[in-house]
């Protein structure tokens, strides 16, 4: 079992910045890759980042530049760095772990809103 915590989510101006921040607990020896998905209303759910354990990252083309991935393994959290954020980037962001069992594993959701 992985519990995860995501936070850092809210309501920013388009051109502003945002980090989310996912804290894992639990299993954590089986996480594989960690990573962030988001589902804006009316659409499916999309990857956003992606980070493995080793550190090798992996983006949706429309967010690369803008945002960045990035882990803290001593304290088990992904971060996403959101950058030149836009009204299309509003949406209900997910954190997703993925273990070496294949287990997928979702946070709660953290809703980001940029107003334009």
């Known amino acids: 079992q992985v519990q995860l915590v995501e936070s850092g989510g809210g309501l920013v101006q388009a051109g502003g910045s945002l980090r989310l921040s996912c804290a894992a607990s639990?299993?954590?020896?089986?996480?594989?890759?960690m990573g962030w998905f988001r589902q804006a209303p009316g659409k499916q759910r999309e990857l956003v980042a992606e980070?493995?354990?080793?550190?090798?990252?992996d983006y949706n083309d429309s967010m690369k530049g803008r945002f960045t991935i990035s882990r803290d393994n001593a304290k088990n959290t992904v971060y996403l760095e959101m950058n030149s954020l836009k009204p299309e980037d509003t949406a209900v962001y997910y954190c997703?772990?993925?273990?070496?069992?294949?287990?997928?594993?979702w946070g709660q959701g953290t809703q980001v809103t940029v107003s334009s």
């Open positions: 997703h772990a993925l273990l070496s069992n294949n287990v997928h594993y």
């Open positions: 639990g299993s954590i020896f089986r996480v594989n890759a």
């Open positions: 980070i493995t354990r080793g550190g090798s990252t």
